[in-house]
């Protein structure tokens, strides 16, 4: 996840000083949870200090009792469940934008496992073990040099966060999102990426499905036709949406199951010759 390249281009707005957590194990309180209907994913808010929300948060931001993190790092949660045999801690990537302030946010899959049970069984208001962040999964630093986020299903999670930091921060980078997953109701952060779309004339979305199932023509009165792209993201729906400029200059970011990631590296560096030094990659494996 190494990411060489240097600030040759555009300056960089300056963001604020990122204040390490302190300590490096915070004790969070979830704040809610979302089921995202016709999948098996849950969100789940947490705050981002121990001291709570409210006038106590802002207390503890200052002292440095606060979960700072940068756009696209993820954090250990500790749910102590020895019972587990993977163990009792997994790592989630920040699903929220450092510019939320007052929570983050962690989305997953909910799978047959002690620990997913227990997290999918917590009660409003139950504090968690959360470490300090970790992760290069970040925003690189030209400017002048697009990004390109090519995410597969739960793997979207890191590209949330930076998208709306880039949105909310008004970064001068474009920024290319292709969103792949398996049908429409698994497009999980399609409202807020959209919304930031409407704002951010930087970001540009492409959506695709993997599910082939035939919806009514363009011309129905339906709302059920999907109008995105149709398969798994492959050379073709590339150069169809990036230009010659964006793919010999573009940072390109991956993140998803394994599987997806090994494919994509091959289309990215056999198929349209792009140089493992412009890409990122982030593995999930919790699926």
Same mark, same amino acid.
């Given at each position: /996840?190494?990411?060489?390249?240097?600030?040759?281009?555009?300056?960089?707005?300056?963001?604020?000083?990122?204040?390490?957590?302190?300590?490096?194990?915070?004790?969070?309180?979830?704040?809610?949870?979302?089921?995202?209907?016709?999948?098996?994913?849950?969100?789940?808010?947490?705050?981002?200090?121990?001291?709570?929300?409210?006038?106590?948060?802002?207390?503890?931001?200052?002292?440095?009792?606060?979960?700072?993190?940068?756009?696209?790092?993820?954090?250990?949660?500790?749910?102590?469940?020895?019972?587990?045999?993977?163990?009792?801690? #997994?790592?989630?990537?920040?699903?929220?934008?450092?510019?939320?302030?007052?929570?983050?946010?962690?989305?997953? #899959?909910?799978?047959?496992?002690?620990?997913?049970?227990?997290?999918?069984?917590?009660?409003?208001?139950?504090?968690?073990?959360?470490?300090?962040?970790?992760?290069e999964?970040?925003?690189?630093?030209?400017?002048?040099?697009?990004?390109?986020?090519l995410?597969?299903?739960?793997?979207?999670?890191?590209?949330?966060?930076?998208?709306?930091?880039?949105?909310?921060?008004?970064?001068?980078?474009?920024?290319?999102?292709?969103?792949?997953?398996?049908?429409?109701?698994?497009?999980?952060?399609?409202?807020?990426?959209?919304?930031?779309?409407r704002?951010?004339?930087n970001?540009?979305?492409?959506?695709?499905?993997?599910?082939?199932?035939?919806?009514?023509?363009?011309?129905?009165?339906?709302?059920?036709?999907?109008?995105?792209e149709?398969?798994?993201i492959?050379?073709? /729906?590339?150069?169809?949406?990036?230009?010659?400029?964006?793919?010999?200059?573009?940072?390109?970011?991956?993140?998803?199951?394994?599987? /997806?990631?090994?494919? /994509?590296?091959?289309?990215?560096?056999?198929?349209?010759?792009?140089?493992?030094? #412009?890409?990122?990659?982030?593995?999930?494996?919790?699926?």
């Open positions: /996840m190494n990411d060489s390249e240097k600030n040759t281009g555009q300056k960089r707005i300056t963001e604020e000083n990122i204040v390490p957590t302190t300590p490096l194990k915070l004790k969070l309180k979830l704040l809610d949870k979302i089921a995202h209907t016709g999948t098996d994913i849950v969100s789940f808010k947490f705050a981002r200090s121990s001291g709570g929300d409210g006038q106590q948060q802002k207390q503890q931001q200052q002292q440095n009792h606060y979960l700072n993190y940068k756009a696209g790092q993820y954090a250990i949660v500790d749910l102590e469940t020895k019972e587990d045999p993977e163990g009792p801690v #997994r790592s989630f990537t920040m699903a929220s934008s450092p510019t939320e302030k007052d929570f983050i946010l962690v989305s997953t #899959r909910i799978r047959d496992t002690a620990f997913k049970k227990k997290l999918s069984s917590l009660e409003i208001g139950t504090s968690v073990k959360v470490t300090a962040p970790f992760g999964f970040v925003l690189h630093e030209d400017y002048s040099k697009p990004g390109v986020f995410s597969g299903g739960i793997g979207v999670t890191p590209f949330r966060s930076l998208v709306i930091y880039a949105t909310e921060k008004q970064l001068p980078v474009k920024i290319i999102v292709f969103d792949s997953n398996r049908n429409e109701d698994n497009i999980l952060y399609k409202k807020e990426f959209d919304e930031c779309a704002i951010n004339t970001l540009k979305l492409i959506y695709a499905i993997a599910d082939e199932k035939e919806g009514p023509a363009p011309s129905s009165s339906s709302h059920d036709y999907w109008r995105g149709r398969g798994f492959n050379q073709a /729906m590339l150069t169809k949406y990036l230009n010659t400029n964006e793919l010999d200059n573009s940072i390109f970011y991956i993140c998803g199951p394994p599987s /997806m990631l090994k494919a /994509m590296q091959k289309l990215l560096q056999d198929d349209l010759h792009i140089p493992k030094e #412009r890409i990122k990659i982030e593995e999930f494996t919790g699926y």
